[in-house]
């Protein structure tokens, strides 16, 4: 399992998008360039450390074998994470922007339970939501596209409660 500073960046990572969409969104309002240059870098290193991130995981930790209820795409509730922003895209008031992005990075460092980065949908990953023997339900990260049947998946690895991933690789029998 990951420690909780992991777990805090992780979360933070999962933010990394809209910092990039902000600072597009700032520099075409013609807001300081430096500010805008930042916060996109931000973002970028973000998207990268989330990728990383996975990667890692799937290359350092358990791997466990699951017995998987039901599952069901989850890939879909990334439109809902980004819809608040349209609303606000064209709005030139900084002090909208900042409020908005403090609320998320709130209430993304507050969620108990970790979530699909959203940056990992363009390094070819999906996110299902699965229903263990156990009665936990979780998020699973797979490569596999169309997971439908809960029998297809067998063995996870193990990064959080809430969080595992679908994935070759990981310690045998640790």
Partial sequence: MISEFQKLIYKICCI?????FLAITLYIQKLNILFCILLGAA??????????????CGNNLPMLKISVENISLNDTSIVTYMLP?????WEDTLLVWLLIAAGIIALGIKMSNLAFCPILLLAGYHCYKANLSTGTECILISRRKGVRN???IK????????????????KENV
């Fill in 150 to 152: 809960s029998k297809q």
């Fill in 43 to 56: 973002g970028i290193g973000g998207c990268v450390y989330a990728i990383v991130f996975i990667r890692l």
């Fill in 85 to 89: 922003l349209v609303g606000v895209a």
């Fill in 155 to 170: 063995q996870a690895i193990y990064i959080s409660e809430t969080l595992m991933l679908d994935e070759t690789g990981g």
């Fill in 16 to 20: 990394a998008p809209i910092c990039i």
